[in-house]
């Protein structure tokens, strides 16, 4: 990271601060997430952490935790080693009948389903998180075929020696079990950021509803100069179509080749961006969790509830995409801020807030107002209320129940 583009120490330290929060809430693991705090603040955990800026990404088709070499032809169902035949990467095409190849199906170890001793893996486990279909029975099928697209999973066949096998929806290897995933995609992994931010409050702006006190909110500024540190400390992998809950964590840790501590990398990004900042009330926070019989510490999720208020509409009110925006946490001070998602600000902040008037748009402030009502009457938070995909904390651990204590 050059200079120029370098994060404060006291940017490090809440990120630090939060990452151990976000362990305590069970974000990341516990214990993980205290070494990599302590690292960051300085002090021995027997743990080194590298903050690294990615430059150059190299996808690979098999590695220890994934084995993804293999696709089929869309209409012959002949099944091919992409490793063996790189030209088929160029040019995804059947070399015996010219028709699309795509990727073969792949089995997903689930979290539920780990040994007890393991409750996270790492890229030093040499655990394969995804199964291609050659490790499934150990010899490469002839013909994969699907006879109803309508039912793709269970009309699933493979073709072995004019013998036709139906695949369970499960597998076991060794101690682990891994479920049925129709072809490998970008929903196998879910990555985690912990997203810490700074500003000069004398350098922001006050701005105030329209519509009379949102309850719960002490203050709300507008900074055009707002430090953001995204760091994605692990990932969850596994089965598609599993909750965030029952997937696997992993991360990028390494063993030392000399003695010495334990490494952990860490991918990182850091902006000035355009955002607003929003101070929640204490007492009236920690009232409203009293009353509904939850801890201190579920500050977290009061915290992480408000900001999803003031994020999940953002797309629709602006026009701009859901990734054009994100939310960091700033626990211990019971505050969180809303940015735009891009080096100088997008434009997409600054469109709902009147800077003349020192108010919030009218039309966004409804939206926030409105984000505590769910079409679906769920219990707790679902995709109809306040999960967005600009979440980058996978809209953990919601809960729209704090807005209504808070009076909304």
Known sequence: MSALAQPSRSLILRLADEIERAGAQGL???GDAQRIAEALRGRNSGLTVQLMVPIHITLALQSSLA???????SECGAVYNLTVNPHLLRRPRCDKCGRALVPAPVWSIVARNLPASRRRLTTKTRIKIALSIEEYRHTCPQTVKISDRARP????EFNYGGQKHRPLASVRRDRFIYWLSMMPSEGITKPISIIAFA??????IPVSPTMGSLK???????????????????????????AT?????????LTPVLVGAESVRICVRYIRTQGIVVRADKNLVRRALQSL???RGSEWVAVHTLSHAFLVSLPQITGLEGRDFGEALNTHGLEFAIYDNAMGGLGGIEGVVDIGARTLDPNYEIRIRESVNCPLACTRACKACLYTDS??????????????????
């Open 28 to 30: 990341l693991p516990y």
């Open 67 to 73: 084995d993804l070499r293999f696709a089929r032809c």
């Open 153 to 156: 999973i269970a009309t699933l």
């Open 199 to 204: 500003y000069n409050r004398d350098r922001c």
């Open 216 to 242: 719960g909110i002490e203050e709300i500024l507008f900074c055009r100069n707002l430090e953001v540190l995204q760091a994605t400390v692990a990932y969850k992998a596994g089965h598609y179509r599993t």
């Open 245 to 253: 809950r029952a997937r696997v964590t992993v991360m990028d840790m």
């Open 293 to 295: 019989s939850l801890s």
């Open 391 to 408: 979440c980058y904390m996978l809209n953990w651990r919601l809960d729209r129940r704090v807005l209504r204590a808070l009076g909304w």
